[in-house]
């Protein structure tokens, strides 16, 4: 679901804003929404410098640079299960779970001796509802970082309207960044490869674009999963093919370091064996996955439950991370 075979470089981002953009899940063109286009800037260009990520390594081209040389001590992580770390189990962590945004934690507090970290994210949660519970407790908390990652649960629906959920993310992270936070969005990892849920594409890649867009207006650091390539999902995802394993978490904890030109010593965790199933075999674990973990998701979705519900957020104020 989240990576393809192959990884490309990639370069500094250009737009271009005509007033116009892909709307919906049908491919119409529709003027964006006056919350966001009333406010966007005519750029042909990204307003950040490239940044070659793991320069001194000679590694590929990554995102653009912010903040550079700086050092973060209110870090405040917002989102789902993607954020609250689902699919990396630690059992001495509050809700089980490490995650990728625990592990960026770790690294920013050793660079400094009043970090704290919060993390807002409960699993199972949609966009609207992310904004609505999440950004204000954030603002309170007066952060000098930020990520948010959302939509996900969203682009899964049969029917979303993306652009107005467009317009409800640039309104957060305007909110966000006006506090003073540094903020940092995520796209969505390409769906291309998953047959279940491939149906979705389309609607993932627009708003992808929209994000990226939401990212050029308030100066937002973007972690695009959807451009990363080479992992393969077997390699990265957990047993229920929807949540990163500590693998995955482990990347993009690197991904979100590197594109805040942090210096960090991560390196990629050692890829597990994946067995090689024949056809029988291969149809086997389908269907066992089928039973084990869509059924269950589709039950909830039918009675309008959701894993997150009763749950807390694992760190809702900020407080040191060891």
Not at 52 to 58: K, M, P, S, V
């Amino acid at each position: 679901m989240w990576f393809s075979n192959t990884r490309k470089n990639r370069s500094r981002r250009t737009s271009i804003d005509d007033g116009c953009s892909i709307a919906g899940s049908h491919g119409s063109m529709a003027t964006r929404p006056p919350s966001i286009s009333a406010r966007m800037s005519r750029s042909l260009s990204s307003t950040h410098a490239p940044y070659r990520r793991g320069e001194a390594a000679g590694q590929g081209v990554g995102a653009a640079v912010h903040n550079v040389g700086m050092t973060f001590h209110r870090y405040v992580a917002l989102g789902d299960s993607f954020t609250e770390g689902v699919g990396d189990p630690d059992p001495a962590r509050p809700n089980g779970w490490r995650g990728w945004a625990d592990r960026v934690a770790e690294v920013l507090a050793a660079t400094t001796t009043d970090f704290g970290y919060a993390n807002l994210a409960i699993r199972g949660r949609k966009l609207p509802a992310i904004i609505a519970e999440q950004v204000e407790p954030a603002v309170a908390l007066q952060p000098d970082l930020v990520t948010i990652h959302g939509g996900g649960n969203d682009v899964l629906r049969p029917k979303v309207d993306l652009d107005a959920l467009a317009a409800a993310y640039d309104d957060a992270v305007g909110r966000l960044a006006a506090g003073g936070a540094h903020v940092v969005v995520f796209t969505i990892a390409d769906p291309g490869l998953n047959p279940v849920i491939r149906m979705i594409r389309g609607r993932t890649a627009i708003f992808n674009e929209w994000v990226r867009e939401i990212a050029d207006r308030h100066g937002a650091t973007v972690v695009d999963m959807w451009r990363m390539r080479g992992w393969k999902v077997a390699e990265v995802m957990d047993d229920d093919r929807l949540h990163l394993n500590p693998v995955g978490h482990q990347a993009i904890a690197i991904e979100v370091l590197d594109a805040l030109g942090v210096q960090h010593p991560l390196a990629p965790l050692p890829v597990p064996e994946v067995p090689l199933l024949d056809r029988r075999a291969q149809r086997h674990a389908d269907l066992q996955w089928a039973r084990t973990h869509l059924a269950p998701w589709v039950q909830r979705r039918l009675t309008g439950r959701s894993s997150g519900d009763g749950v807390e957020p694992k760190r809702p104020q900020l407080s040191p991370i060891r």
